[in-house]
């Protein structure tokens, strides 16, 4: 089964916005966008159809992973600018603490991330107190 891309750009609503995959995990990502807010969402699936009609000609589809649509969007997504909502969110969507969420985020190779970013995130693995996030 084709997986959601780690990079692409958007359509529609979103049109030409760059998303970055941050995070996965089971069935729940983080992504990053271009413009500076993350998503949190849960896969969807799209099922294997075969001899589908489009036009008069015969189409077949694979099984595979999508992102939702706009419209598709409901309590299992979200969009924020907030890193430890996101953090949170994807932690009770994917039953992975947000601690080790973000220790795998900190181990990735995250190129695209704004440096404030990478520091954010890491910062959030630091002693309490140690940063203050705003």
């Known amino acids: 089964m084709e997986q959601l891309q780690k990079e692409f750009i958007g359509k529609g609503e979103v049109s030409g916005v760059q ?6 995990g089971n069935d729940t990502c983080i992504y990053y966008r271009g413009n500076g807010l993350f998503e949190v969402i849960k896969v969807r699936f ?6 589908r009609k489009i036009g008069g000609v015969l189409v077949n ?3 595979k992973e999508v992102y939702p649509k706009g419209e598709a969007w409901g309590q ?4 924020t600018n907030n890193i430890e909502r996101a953090l949170e969110y994807a932690s009770v969507s994917s039953g992975i603490d947000s601690g080790t969420i ?12 704004p440096t404030r970013l990478k520091t954010a ?14």
Request: with cysteine.
């Open 61 to 63: 589809f694979e099984a």
């Open 76 to 79: 299992q997504d979200i969009c």
């Open 46 to 51: 799209q099922k294997e159809q075969l001899n």
């Open 121 to 134: 995130f890491t910062g959030l693995l630091q002693p309490a107190g140690a940063l203050t996030m705003k």
């Open 19 to 24: 998303f970055f995959q941050v995070w996965r």
């Open 102 to 113: 973000c220790q795998s985020i900190c181990d990735s190779d995250l190129h695209f991330l």
